[in-house]
């Protein structure tokens, strides 16, 4: 697979690729201060997330790990970088998932990437929805961090 720092394509262009790979996003480096904030931000401190030494002692990870929800608030980052769809519309709205899964854990200071697939198209009323087949992967993991079918609609 080439590299492809970003696809840039029409609604048309989106249709016409579904179940290829349209893209895949730059590695971003998931950190213990990123974890330890969205914790914070979160409410969530399990120690799990934020005591390195614990869960260096007893977690099955041998480290930290992020939680589930900063893998998918990630998505907005990483989809972006991998696809842009050019359309002269009034909004883009985040409608769901159909399908969100975490098959393996990100360990404190892993990074991440995302590649991206259409996997369907269809119209709704004012506009158009995209699902997108988002997979996480984690460099140097053979199992990805997450796997998602994500509602994208855009509106005219």
Known sequence: ?????????????????IGHEAGVSEWFPVTQELISQFAAITGDPQWIHVDTERALRESPFGA??????LSVALLSRLVSQAVTVEADCQMRINYGFNRLRFPAP???GSRVRAHVTPN???DVEGGTEIAWGVVM???NQEKPALAADW??????
């Open 106 to 108: 990100v360990r404190s």
């Open 64 to 69: 930290t790990i992020a939680h589930g929800f």
């Open 1 to 17: 697979m080439l590299w492809s720092p970003r696809a840039t394509m029409r609604i048309d262009e989106v249709r016409a690729s």
């Open 137 to 139: 992967e984690v460099e």
């Open 120 to 122: 369907a198209v269809r």
């Open 151 to 156: 509602l994208v609609r855009i509106y005219f």
